[in-house]
């Protein structure tokens, strides 16, 4: 006999957890700008960048992200000041070229998008709705 149920279960649960997934955070607002300077690294991340490079030789099977970020973690806080110095400098470094950077993306915000940009996007637009169309519709032969 065929097992009535067992399917309809499977699918309430799969149901259920699709519900239980919430929109990603900070849904509102513009969608990310491919163009935007990414934020600069803290002190922190600095280090870790060092860090992940010599742990991975010391430890080379250890493929858990999370190990070598509590690792690192843990490292970062038994530092001292003079220890973290260097990072911090390179934070504050990178933190200086990004206000830099955004100044220049912000301007360019201000100037607006470039006439020709906008139209070469909806042109590409249309010519791949007609391609797909002509090509399930003709019949070659």
């Known amino acids: 006999s065929i097992m009535k149920g067992g399917k309809s279960k499977t699918e309430t649960r799969n149901a259920k957890l699709s519900v239980t997934k919430k929109p990603a955070k900070g849904g509102k ?8 300077p990414k934020r600069p690294s803290s002190a922190f991340f600095v280090f870790m960048e060092d860090f992940r490079e010599t742990y991975k030789k010391e430890h080379p099977k250890n493929k858990s ?3 070598v970020g509590k690792a690192g973690g843990e490292k970062w806080k038994s530092l001292s000041d003079s220890e973290k110095a260097p990072y911090v400098a390179k934070a504050d470094k990178r933190k200086v070229e990004y206000e830099k950077n955004m100044k220049a993306y912000n301007k360019k ?15 590409s637009e249309v010519n791949d709705e007609d391609d797909a169309e002509d090509g399930s519709e003709e019949v070659w032969g």
């Open 29 to 36: 607002g513009a969608a990310k700008d491919p163009n935007k």
């Open 65 to 67: 992200v999370a190990a």
């Open 109 to 123: 915000l201000e100037e607006g998008p470039k006439e020709d940009e906008e139209s070469d996007k909806s042109v």
